[in-house]
C-alpha cells in the first residue's frame, strides 16, 4: 500500500468516476484502476461497486476512504513540517468562512497571505457557521470564521472574538418602514420573515431576540445564503434581518435599526491540535502568537 494508491481511492470517491478521478490525478485510467485493484487484492476487499451507470464506495470502502484521508494529510502536513524547519512555509491551507463575515476583509487577508506564502495552497469554503465549527474540529478545515449569538461559543475548538455587531431589519424598496429611522422588533410582529434554517447560528441571532422581545413572528421563506435573502425581499415576499455592517453589499435595499435588535459575536476558530505551519502564519497574520495558537 503506497499514498499514490490512497490518493487514486479517495479521488474516485470523491467524483464516482474512475474517468473524472484519472484526469483529477493527471494519470491514464488504466493506470489508476490497475492500480486500485491491486490495492483491494492486498487489502483482500473490494473498494467500489462498479456498474455501467456509476461507481460507489462499498461498506470496506466507507471504512477505508477516511483513514485514507488522514495519512495523505500527514504524509503533506510532514513535508510541510519539513520546509518549515528550513525557514519556508508551504503545504495546503483550508480556510471556513460565513458568506456575511465583516470583522476582516478576507480576500485582501488571503491575498496578502498569498504574496507572502506564495508555496501554499488555499481553499476557501463557504458555510453556516454551525458546519465550519464541525469541519475545524474534524480537520479539513484549518481555520473558520464564524457569526454567533451572543454568549454562544464555539466547542472543540480554540479560537478568539474578532467583532461585535447588531442585525438591522432589511425591507423591499417602498415598504412603509422603509423611511423608518429606528422600531422595536415588536413593530416586526405582523411582518412575513425571510431568514436561515431554523437550528442555524444565523437564525438563532434573531429568534433569540424575538423570544426575548415576547414577539412571536412568521418565517415564511428560508434560505441558506445571503443572496437569495435578498432577492426574496427585493420581490416584496418578505423583510429579513442581517448584519448592519453587511448591508453595503447591497446598497438598493433600504434598512431599519432595532432598538432591540438582535446581536451577533464574529469568531475565528482553529483546531484544538497543533497547526500546520502554514495554519500558524495565517492566524499570525491576526495577532495571534505560534503560543496562543497551540503551535
Not at 64 to 84: C, D, G, I, T
Amino acid at each position: 500500500m503506497d499514498l499514490q494508491q490512497m490518493r487514486y481511492v479517495v479521488a474516485v470517491a470523491e467524483t464516482n468516476n474512475f474517468t473524472r478521478a484519472a484526469e483529477q490525478c493527471l494519470v491514464v485510467q488504466s493506470a489508476l484502476s490497475h492500480q486500485i485493484a491491486r490495492l483491494e487484492r492486498e487489502l483482500g476487499a473490494r473498494l467500489f461497486e462498479r456498474t455501467s451507470r456509476r461507481v460507489r464506495l462499498t461498506a470496506a470502502g466507507e471504512a477505508f476512504v477516511p483513514a485514507a484521508r488522514q495519512a495523505l494529510a500527514a504524509a503533506e502536513r510532514a513535508r510541510a513540517e519539513v520546509a518549515a524547519a528550513a525557514g519556508e512555509i508551504r503545504g495546503r491551507l483550508a480556510i471556513g468562512a460565513i458568506p456575511t463575515v465583516t470583522a476582516v476583509d478576507l480576500p485582501a487577508a488571503l491575498k496578502q497571505f498569498h504574496l507572502r506564502h506564495r508555496e501554499v495552497r488555499i481553499g476557501l469554503r463557504a458555510g453556516a457557521s454551525e458546519e465550519l465549527v464541525d469541519r475545524v474540529r474534524q480537520g479539513t478545515l484549518d481555520a473558520a470564521f464564524l457569526g454567533l449569538p451572543l454568549g454562544q461559543q464555539p466547542k472543540g475548538v480554540r479560537g478568539r472574538e474578532l467583532a461585535r455587531g447588531h442585525l438591522v431589519a432589511v425591507v423591499p424598496p417602498g415598504h412603509p418602514l422603509a423611511d423608518q429611522d429606528e422600531v422595536d422588533l415588536a413593530r416586526l410582529a405582523d411582518e412575513p420573515f425571510v431568514d436561515f434554517p431554523a437550528g442555524t447560528a444565523g437564525r438563532a441571532q434573531s429568534d433569540d431576540a424575538f423570544a426575548a422581545a415576547g414577539v412571536r413572528r412568521d418565517v415564511a421563506f428560508e434560505v441558506s445564503a445571503p443572496d437569495p435573502l435578498a432577492r426574496l425581499i427585493r420581490q416584496g415576499l418578505g423583510i429579513g434581518m442581517l448584519p448592519a455592517a453587511y448591508m453595503s453589499e447591497f446598497p438598493d435595499l433600504p434598512f431599519v435599526r432595532l432598538r432591540d435588535a438582535p446581536a451577533r459575536v464574529e469568531h475565528l476558530v482553529w483546531s484544538s491540535f497543533r497547526p500546520s505551519p502554514a495554519t500558524t502564519a495565517f492566524l499570525s497574520m491576526f495577532g495571534i502568537t505560534a503560543a496562543e495558537s497551540g503551535g
